[in-house]
């Protein structure tokens, strides 16, 4: 046999490139690199991760009351006291308060009612490092629910850290399942893959525990965000997704509105019992939350973040998703203007 050849296939031989010829292909690349830099700035701008345009109408999830007579749309209940020596009014009573100014928990609770209540369960904290939902609101919030006629209630979310740590050091497993709520733990087969048809979310993992519900109540804790600066009653949604849910934060205001999009809640209820001031959205130092000793609840979930974020010291205008939602027609930020009744406990 003849010795193999070590010279290349004639066919890839080839002349070397006159000078018109690269100045040509220069000419091509510059302006194939130009267009990359535009599309990757279109891609960055609606979502960071190369999520194509939504098409058809945005899936919506919407568990609010069909007709609501009720007398207000935001309730406040305080119970810091201004005297140091007197005890403030536990978070119990201020959820027992916040609910009557709203006209009862049998103003959003039927009997019968299947109910999923969504606190933050996210971060393998305790109560004081403020970072999850204060486990004794979410026992008084279930506790409602069934003293309205509830069915079933089921208490669960969709941690970042291991749920097993979070749902017990948080105390919300206890809490909760004291006053007879089902509490699940998020598992792989829970999930759901939806086509939400948002800006920045497409197609993702749905936590079915909290689309497959009769009513739902939101049960976010208030604190500081490195990223949206805020989070509360609209990011607290991140909850009910699964996946890669880190992705998300490239463009995390559209993320957030997009999640506001999808889940209209029942009632949003606010626990800032504790409120995390900085280092968020885990904390890790006790010093990083302060005692507020404020629960609030509202019907609008884009005007309780509007109202909120000043328990940070943050302003409404800084929050771009809020500007997103309104313009979607989600809520209002001028939460100045909702039916407002604030209780003080001290």
Not at 143 to 166: E, F, I, Q
Not at 273 to 288: A, E, I, K
Not at 290 to 319: F, M, P, S, Y
Request: net charge positive; glycine share 8%; charged share 25%.
């Amino acid at each position: 046999m003849p010795p193999k050849s070590k010279s290349p296939p004639v066919e890839t031989l080839r002349e070397p490139p006159s000078r018109r010829e690269m100045l040509q292909r220069a000419g091509l690349a510059a302006g194939v690199m130009a267009g990359t830099a535009a599309l990757a700035k279109w891609r960055w701008d609606k979502g960071g991760f190369g999520q194509h345009f939504a098409e058809g109408q945005r899936q919506v999830r919407d568990f609010r009351l069909r007709s609501d007579p009720g007398p207000l749309d935001l309730a406040i209940a305080r119970g810091k006291p201004e005297d140091p020596t007197r005890p403030p009014a536990t978070p119990t009573q201020l959820v027992e308060a916040v609910l009557a100014a709203m006209g009862g928990m049998q103003r959003f609770i039927s009997r019968g009612d299947v109910v999923a209540i969504k606190p933050n369960i996210g971060w393998d904290r305790t109560p004081l490092h403020g970072a999850n939902t204060n486990p004794e609101v979410v026992g008084a919030v279930v506790k409602a629910c069934y003293a309205a006629g509830a069915k079933h209630v089921v208490v669960t979310d969709a941690s970042c850290n291991d749920p097993g740590r979070c749902f017990q050091k948080s105390g919300i497993w206890n809490a909760a399942y004291a006053m007879g709520a089902e509490v699940i733990l998020p598992s792989e087969h829970r999930f759901r893959t939806m086509r939400l048809r948002g800006d920045v979310l497409d197609e993702w993992p749905v936590y079915t525990p909290l689309v497959n519900a009769d009513k739902v109540i939101n049960l976010p804790v208030a604190k500081h965000h490195n990223l949206s600066k805020y989070t509360a009653a609209m990011k607290n949604w991140y909850g009910v997704l699964g996946g890669r849910r880190n992705r998300l934060h490239q463009s995390i205001d559209l993320s957030v509105a997009d999640l506001a999009t999808f889940m209209r809640p029942t009632l949003t209820i606010l626990d800032a019992v504790r409120v995390l001031m900085r280092n968020g959205p885990q904390g890790g130092n006790f010093d990083d939350a302060r005692e507020a000793h404020v629960v609030a609840a509202c019907t609008d979930q884009v005007a309780l973040d509007a109202w909120g974020c000043q328990l940070i010291g943050q302003k409404r205008e800084n929050l771009a998703y809020l500007k997103i939602a309104e313009e979607r027609g989600i809520g209002t930020s001028q939460f100045e203007k909702l039916r407002t009744r604030e209780v003080s406990l001290v």
